[in-house]
């Protein structure tokens, strides 16, 4: 009863809109900028090994939506960064909806599109989080990538299938667009208890069926709306339920995967960091035994009054080295944000903060 009383008006209303003129049609797909090959990026068919920001908040507009963090001057953003660099950021539902009126209303994001266009920039749209952060906040459980993520509503009234053809069909004549992430961090855990910490959650011993049967199934619907697009896992790559140890190269073996993902926490100037079931290491084998590239795409470590940001820095140019070195395909920071704290220990990277430099080093279509 819910899916009908608060998922379809809004879509009659979309139709409606549609039909008066008062939103656009969908984009027809752009020429695919980006590929994904067994050696790494290409854009417009040349090798990139692009380096950027984690820049979560992109499309918070507190005028507009109820957003994700502090709101960011897009222009100054974009402009600061070297040409041709990669920005990931949430593309969620709760972020295309009026926080006043409830019903969708694109502009935040279209704003993102825009900017990093205008500005020669490339931009990696995450299309929800696994922990329901800057969503409804709940975790998204066994079940949610069995079935419910095309059957139950979330924001908008939108289930996840609808918001993915929504997102897809508005957005992928975007000459920025680097790709798809479906879900930032998948885990098909099961919580334990009403706070789903993760020292609570169990892993069913179906996971890695039941997350390689979800990028098969979501990963054929947005293929079908924009063929030729990059598909990001997202993965956490650490020896999260469903892709511990070999059950990572099992998910990456989807034809609906094209990059891998690893993220990098906790080792502070380490280059290949983990063990030898889930470091870095090994998921670089077995991203070469599928034949596919494994972006980088968190790096983070604590600065502020934890440490300094220029030692950060040396410690992101030492790590990043080896990573590249060793065959890695992207080094994205973690994370951009427009009010750093910097009296406290955080990951905050702000605009003045020297992994700025780093980037610009790092960018490069050679």
């Known amino acids: 009863m819910y899916l009908h009383v608060v998922r379809r008006p809004i879509l009659v209303l979309g139709i409606v809109l549609l039909m008066c003129g008062l939103l656009p049609p969908p984009a027809h797909a752009a020429p695919d900028r980006v590929d994904a090959t067994p050696a790494g990026l290409t854009l417009d068919g040349r090798q990139w090994w692009p380096s950027g920001f984690d820049a979560y908040q992109l499309a918070t507009d507190w005028s507009v939506n109820a957003g994700?963090?502090?709101?960011?001057?897009?222009?100054?953003?974009?402009?600061?960064?070297?040409?041709?660099?990669?920005?990931?950021?949430?593309?969620?539902?709760?972020?295309?909806?009026?926080?006043?009126?409830?019903?969708?209303?694109?502009?935040?994001?279209?704003?993102?599109?825009?900017?990093?266009?205008?500005?020669?920039?490339?931009?990696?749209?995450?299309?929800?989080?696994?922990?329901?952060?800057?969503?409804?906040?709940?975790?998204?459980?066994?079940?949610?990538?069995?079935?419910?993520?095309?059957?139950?509503?979330?924001?908008?009234?939108?289930?996840?299938?609808?918001?993915?053809?929504?997102?897809?069909?508005?957005?992928?004549?975007?000459?920025?667009?680097?790709?798809?992430?479906?879900?930032?961090?998948?885990?098909?855990?099961?919580?334990?208890?009403?706070?789903?910490?993760?020292?609570?959650?169990?892993?069913?011993?179906?996971?890695?069926?039941?997350?390689?049967?979800?990028?098969?199934?979501?990963?054929?619907?947005?293929?079908?709306?924009?063929?030729?697009?990059?598909?990001?896992?997202?993965?956490?790559?650490?020896?999260?339920?469903?892709?511990?140890?070999?059950?990572?190269?099992?998910?990456?073996?989807?034809?609906?995967?094209?990059?891998?993902?690893?993220?990098?926490?906790?080792?502070?100037g380490v280059a290949l960091p983990g063990d030898q079931w889930n470091g870095l290491a090994e998921r670089l084998r077995q991203a070469r035994a599928v034949g596919k590239p494994l972006a980088v795409n968190e790096i983070g470590q604590f600065a502020g009054s934890c440490g300094s940001r220029s030692g950060r820095v040396d410690d992101f140019r030492t790590k990043v080295a080896g990573q590249r070195a060793a065959g890695t395909a992207t080094a994205l920071f973690w994370a951009f944000v427009p009010d750093p704290r910097h009296s406290m220990c955080t990951y905050d990277i702000g605009p003045d903060d020297p992994v700025h430099d780093l980037v610009a080093e790092l960018t490069s279509r050679d």
């Open 68 to 268: 994700c963090g502090a709101m960011v001057d897009l222009d100054d953003y974009f402009s600061a960064l070297p040409p041709h660099s990669l920005t990931r950021f949430n593309l969620f539902a709760r972020l295309a909806v009026n926080k006043y009126t409830q019903q969708l209303d694109f502009r935040p994001m279209d704003a993102v599109f825009d900017a990093a266009a205008r500005h020669g920039q490339m931009v990696l749209p995450v299309l929800a989080a696994a922990d329901g952060a800057c969503e409804s906040g709940d975790f998204k459980e066994r079940d949610w990538y069995r079935s419910g993520w095309r059957t139950a509503a979330g924001a908008g009234g939108l289930t996840f299938e609808e918001w993915v053809q929504t997102a897809v069909g508005r957005w992928k004549g975007s000459p920025a667009l680097a790709g798809w992430e479906l879900v930032g961090e998948p885990e098909p855990s099961v919580c334990g208890d009403q706070t789903c910490a993760w020292q609570q959650r169990s892993c069913p011993a179906d996971a890695e069926l039941v997350l390689r049967s979800f990028f098969d199934t979501a990963g054929a619907v947005l293929t079908r709306l924009h063929g030729g697009a990059v598909i990001w896992s997202g993965f956490t790559g650490g020896g999260q339920c469903g892709t511990a140890g070999p059950d990572y190269q099992y998910v990456a073996g989807s034809p609906y995967v094209d990059v891998l993902d690893y993220h990098d926490y906790g080792a502070d």
